[in-house]
């Protein structure tokens, strides 16, 4: 078997999702070549073949100038596989590769087992495997499933890749991340309020059940996008990564974007309704129960004692 | 101005899961149904954009079984004008190639200047569909929406990349968008226009006029993961659980000391 492996390349940088990729190519034996818009200055840690197209020409991504690129070096390549991380980039263009290729696309891979392919279902309640159809196909694998693998020392060898090509999607610029007045990643304890809080007058027994533990308060995303929490607040993949000695996830299903805010803590638990949620995958400690039944005994015995 | 929003009736994440007879999908008996999250969002960009221009026309679009008709009608109570009802019995086991295959083939002949998707459907999770309507019909399409602006038939638009960063990208119509959580704030239907909702046109189309394509892959097998087991289950009374956790939390880390 032989795949492409699709690196990302942001702002001047390669991105981290490359060990998921290497990782992936590590677990399947499959012989690999690595495909990037980017540039010289900032080279992969691959030791393989890199099929280089240069950021300065092609610019941001823009998805059509991109997929003309990545097309160019899936021609050269011939692999069984198109392999990207299940980002942001990845799932903006691995469905129009797959398209024009005429395969398969299987989204967040999390697993290989004898030559098949592992999905989630249903907030990773379930797994499926797929059977694919076609002759190869493109994948995305979720962040972190396949990582871990020892970074690359050699030096890649290059092969350019350019085409003439336009996109009717434009490029305007970045915006930073907003930057907020809470630092999550000081606390030692931090008690974070999910959509199971129900309803935004909640957001104070979640800050008082942190307070009685002299930590901070955090949130999933739903709750600060309906603007119960600021921003600041938010843990996962797009608010803060944090590792504090105890995190409790106060109704928060789990979520892998959540979980990869948060999963390093030192010690979770899990208030939550629901036996199955997936938070209590993480979890140290998962207690079955009505947040706002068992949080407000919790603030009275700590503060009690 | 036209308008498609295409939405997903999906279950309940917090449904006790049962794996179906031919474990290639869950057991859709007995679960509470509801409008996929991210399609909630599409549905509000779509009524926020015909109040700004004013002259639009939405039609909402689903494919599934005949209970999917309930989540069309809440996107017409909270403001679409027309729904499309795809009846296909075997939705479950359709891939995202063969979903993006139908709304497209129904679109194609339509002039939608806009057609909204979820990024992703909470069930199958693919985020796949909306970028594939794009490419199969030729259109611009920019997926995990969280800002958007229409003015001059130009959108602006921003896509939410890892850590909270954003690009800002901007397109001509008709184009794809598939949108994010947090992208606006989805009303809640009114009663007054619960009712209205009633009286909106419902068109059925059959499967087989817009299934053309083939399936690409399909699931083998769905099944429950196995429990990676380890963390502790506490259950009982308020008060009991609180002091099992205090003790647990007093052996166990430092916070507590
Ligand atoms: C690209 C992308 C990026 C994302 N980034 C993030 C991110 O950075 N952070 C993030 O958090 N999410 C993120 N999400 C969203 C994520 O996928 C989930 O939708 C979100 O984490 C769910 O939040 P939740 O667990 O609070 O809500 P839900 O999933 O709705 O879960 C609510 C939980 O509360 C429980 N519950 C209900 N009532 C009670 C009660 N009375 N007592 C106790 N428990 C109760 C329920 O059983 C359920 O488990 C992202 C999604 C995408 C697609
Ligand atoms: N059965 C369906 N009917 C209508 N739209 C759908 C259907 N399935 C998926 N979609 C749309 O495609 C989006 C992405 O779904 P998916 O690719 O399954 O993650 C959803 O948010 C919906 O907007």
């Not at chain 2, 149904?33 to 599409?42: K, L, T, V």
Request: overall charge negative.
């Amino acid at each position: 078997m032989k795949v492409l492996l699709v690196a990302e390349y942001r702002d001047g940088k390669v991105l981290g999702s490359i060990s998921d990729l290497l990782g992936f190519a590590a677990r399947t034996g499959a012989d690999h070549a690595m495909f990037v818009v980017g540039s010289e200055a900032a080279l992969p840690a691959y030791g393989g073949t890199l099929y280089l197209a240069d950021a300065e020409t092609y610019g941001e991504y823009r998805p059509a100038v991109h997929k003309q690129l990545l097309l160019a070096a899936i021609d050269k390549v011939k692999p069984d596989l198109v392999v990207f991380s299940h980002s942001s980039y990845g799932w903006d263009l691995a469905p129009r590769v797959a398209c024009a290729l005429g395969l398969a696309q299987v989204s967040e891979v999390v697993d290989y087992v004898d030559g098949t392919l592992v999905v989630p279902v249903c907030n990773a309640k379930l797994r499926r495997t797929v059977e694919i159809k076609t002759g190869g196909a493109v994948v995305t694998l979720q962040a972190g499933a396949f990582g871990g693998s020892e970074p690359e020392t050699a030096a890649p060898s290059l092969e350019r890749v350019a085409v003439e090509t336009t996109d009717r999607v434009e490029f305007l610029g970045y915006e930073a991340a907003e930057a907020g007045g809470i630092d999550l990643s000081k606390a030692e304890v931090i008690v974070s309020a999910g959509r199971g809080i129900g309803k935004p007058e909640n957001i104070s027994l979640i800050a008082d059940l942190a307070k009685a533990f002299g930590g901070e308060y955090g949130a999933s995303r739903p709750v600060v996008d309906a603007e119960w929490a600021e921003h600041a607040r938010q843990v996962g993949t797009t608010g803060q990564s944090v590792a504090p000695k105890l995190y409790i996830a106060c109704g928060i299903s789990g979520a892998i974007q959540h979980l990869a805010g948060m999963k390093k803590s030192d010690f979770i638990v899990a208030i939550n309704t629901d036996r199955d949620a997936p938070i209590g995958d993480v979890a140290d400690v998962l207690a079955v129960a009505d947040l706002t039944k068992l949080v407000p005994v919790l603030i009275e015995k700590l503060t009690a004692s | 101005m036209k308008i498609l929003v295409c939405i997903k009736q999906v279950p309940d994440m917090e449904s006790k899961f049962k794996v179906a007879a031919d474990s290639r999908w869950y057991d859709t008996a007995d679960l509470a149904w509801r409008m996929n999250e991210y399609d909630e969002f599409a549905v509000e960009q779509a009524v926020l954009v015909k109040e700004q221009v004013g002259d639009a026309d939405i039609t909402v679009l689903s494919i599934g079984p005949d209970k999917v008709k309930e989540t069309i009608k809440k996107a017409l109570a909270m403001g679409c004008d027309r729904g499309v009802h795809i009846a296909d019995d075997e939705v479950s086991s359709r891939e995202p190639f063969q979903i993006a295959g139908m709304i497209a083939e129904y679109a194609r002949d339509k002039n939608f200047d806009l057609i909204l998707t979820g990024m992703q459907s909470q069930d199958r999770g693919s985020g796949q569909v909306g970028i594939l309507v794009a490419e199969l019909l030729d259109l611009p399409g920019v997926s995990t929406v969280v800002a958007f602006s229409l003015a001059d038939g130009r959108l602006e638009l921003r896509r939410e990349l890892e850590g909270g960063v954003k690009a800002r990208v901007a397109t001509g119509l008709p184009a794809v968008v598939t949108c994010q959580l947090g992208l606006n704030n989805p009303r809640y239907p009114t009663l007054p226009n619960i009712m209205k909702a009633k009286k909106k046109e419902l068109i059925t189309v059959g499967v087989a006029d817009v299934l053309k394509v083939e399936a690409r892959q399909q699931t083998a097998k769905l099944y429950f993961p196995e429990k990676k087991g380890g963390g502790l289950i506490l259950e009982g009374e308020p008060a009991e659980v609180a002091d099992r956790l205090i003790t647990i939390l007093k052996e166990k880390t430092a916070v507590l000391a």
